[in-house]
């Protein structure tokens, strides 16, 4: 498989404090990608670089061919971004900010098709501060596919979400990849990473201190001698929270 994102070396320093410390790793085209670690550990400013938002000290990052340093631009226009927080015009509804977005990226795009994409085909004339914590993320979410980016960047897009909205949002995730698209996501859930990652690289510190699909990280852990203590189970309370409540969307 072909790489469609290679970083190699990557620095980044405030001041005397290096954020960063010398990480490589590549993409795969058309995988989940997931970089994981606690706060402060340098996952943000490495996304930040790679999506052209924040300046590097060191080292080379090439997205699609494209290398960094020479065409930031044209990585931009391959990309979609999808932040933790997102501001909206607060007086348009959904149609007109999506024609808003296309405008921006001189893109020519069918609003409701997109809105239908991630479920909100409903709430077209809806403005977004009207819109539920699950559909703020989706409708977040359609923006970054405007362009028709190869590549989407998701940073902790379930974080605060029902277990419905949590689960309908993994099926949207998996829906887009299979489409095609690759996707590189942050989150804090690690059952999250488990179920929608083909890879994850886990960064510590400011350094990638594993990386490798979460059934070989797993695998590797046990066959280290690691032992929970409690029983593992075959489902999960939130397992059981869907199967007694439904899975359907709650928007209301």
């Not at 790793?25 to 996952?43: D, M, R, T």
């Not at 929970?228 to 209301?252: H, N």
Request: proline letters at 3%.
């Amino acid at each position: 498989m072909d790489a469609i994102i290679s970083v190699s070396n990557l620095v980044k320093k405030y001041g005397e404090f290096e954020a960063v410390k010398g990480i490589s790793f590549e993409v795969v085209e058309g995988e989940i990608f997931g970089l994981l670690g606690p706060n402060g550990a340098g996952k943000s400013t490495t996304l930040e670089i790679i999506e052209t938002l924040r300046d590097k000290t060191g080292g080379d990052v090439i997205v699609d061919g494209i290398n960094l340093d020479e065409s930031p631009g044209d990585i931009k226009k391959i990309i979609g971004v999808q932040l933790q927080a997102s501001g909206y015009y607060p007086g348009l509804n959904l149609l007109e900010l999506i024609e808003l977005f296309a405008g921006l990226y001189n893109q020519p795009v069918n609003g409701r098709e997109l809105l239908s994409l991630v479920n909100l085909q409903d709430k077209a004339k809806a403005k977004f501060k009207e819109l539920s914590g699950g559909q703020k993320q989706r409708f977040s979410i359609a923006t970054t596919l405007i362009n028709k980016p190869k590549i989407i960047f998701l940073d902790e897009p379930t974080t605060g979400l029902d277990p419905q909205a949590r689960r309908n949002l993994w099926d949207l995730i998996k829906d887009i990849r299979d489409k095609g698209t690759t996707v590189i996501i942050t989150t804090h859930y690690m059952d999250e990473a488990e179920v929608l990652c083909d890879r994850v690289a886990i960064i510590d510190s400011g350094q990638i201190v594993a990386i490798d699909s979460p059934v070989k990280l797993i695998d590797d852990l046990v066959a280290a001698g690691f032992e929970r203590k409690k029983e593992v189970k075959k489902a999960s309370l939130e397992d059981v929270f869907i199967q007694l409540t439904g899975k359907e969307f709650r928007d209301e």
